[in-house]
């Protein structure tokens, strides 16, 4: 299937953003924060990246939408089980509160940034003007996420502006992306597997990260079968071209949802890309954001 202009921009803006917005989660400044205030310690790497503790990682990103319970941010981030997001969301919150974690994660984003391209890269104040024009016409009805964001004050300092204006617009298209697989009759589960199956990867083995069980799992392939979006069995188990052309159509409606941010970009969105793609590098060069993978969009 050709993309369309607004596809392919739309795609390239959230794959420049995502380094340098997406290190909030591997960030060891913000890990260090979220210690100081009683969570566990980074559990591990992935070749050098520090990962999230999960109850940090939960109550930190939802803290923009306030001091709620943990079904708001389960329903919110759209992919994550309930039975994992509540328990860690009601821990979370014995030990901290949401404008203290809110605050921890925007000084560890920005201090990873600082370390990682300096003090104020070269583009920054460019940069954050650009992200502010695409951020301007997008409306927040039906994207909770991103509302929490335009709710906070931006911060006057322009890296972190940039970082907090980023994040609006990464945690936008997220919410985009979720009305889009609901509106298309899917399940949480049922998005993961072909997710997964678009990039690559074996079903269950990134989704699982999300933790569902595996009895959701199975009655999520049963009816995705029943679709007519997946053929083979097990481990040959891949999408159908029915499939293909539904997953594709997820993407293509949440490109479509980011149209009013790529019009008033306009031609200065490729002066964007090239001021943020040698930002990412340089971010997945110092060990604080994954190496390129499936994570990015294409």
Do not use: K
Request: net charge negative; charged share 20%.
């Amino acid at each position: 299937m050709e993309l369309s202009s607004t596809s392919r921009l739309a795609r390239r803006l959230g794959s420049v953003l995502e380094p340098v917005v997406g290190q909030v989660y591997f960030s060891p400044e913000c890990h260090a924060n979220y210690e100081a205030l009683g969570f566990d310690a980074s559990p591990g790497d992935a070749n050098g990246v520090a990962l999230p503790d999960g109850s940090a990682y939960f109550a930190s990103r939802g803290s923009v939408l306030g001091q709620v319970p943990g079904e708001v941010i389960a329903a919110a981030f759209g992919v994550f089980s309930a039975a994992v997001v509540v328990p860690s969301v009601q821990l979370a919150w014995t030990r901290t509160d949401a404008d203290t974690i809110r605050a921890a994660r925007a000084d560890g984003a920005v201090g990873q940034l600082r370390r990682l391209l300096g003090p104020r890269p070269a583009g920054t104040d460019r940069a954050l003007d650009l992200l502010r024009r695409a951020s301007a016409p997008l409306p927040i009805n039906g994207r909770a996420m991103a509302a929490g964001i335009a709710a906070l004050d931006v911060p006057d300092d322009p890296l972190a502006a940039l970082w907090h204006t980023g994040d609006f617009l990464r945690e936008y298209r997220g919410d985009c992306h979720n009305a889009a697989w609901v509106a298309a009759g899917l399940t949480a589960t049922d998005i993961g597997i072909l997710t997964e199956l678009s990039w690559g990867m074996p079903t269950r083995s990134y989704s699982r990260t999300r933790g569902w069980t595996s009895d959701e799992f199975d009655a999520s392939e049963h009816r995705l079968r029943n679709l007519g979006h997946l053929d083979g069995e097990g481990a040959a188990t891949h999408m159908s071209q029915p499939g293909r052309h539904a997953r594709e159509a997820i993407e293509v409606a949440t490109d479509e949802q980011m149209a009013p941010a790529i019009s008033a970009l306009g031609d200065d969105i490729e002066e964007l890309f090239a001021i943020l793609t040698p930002w990412g590098e340089a971010i997945r060069a110092g060990r604080g954001y994954l190496g390129a993978g499936p994570h990015d969009l294409g």
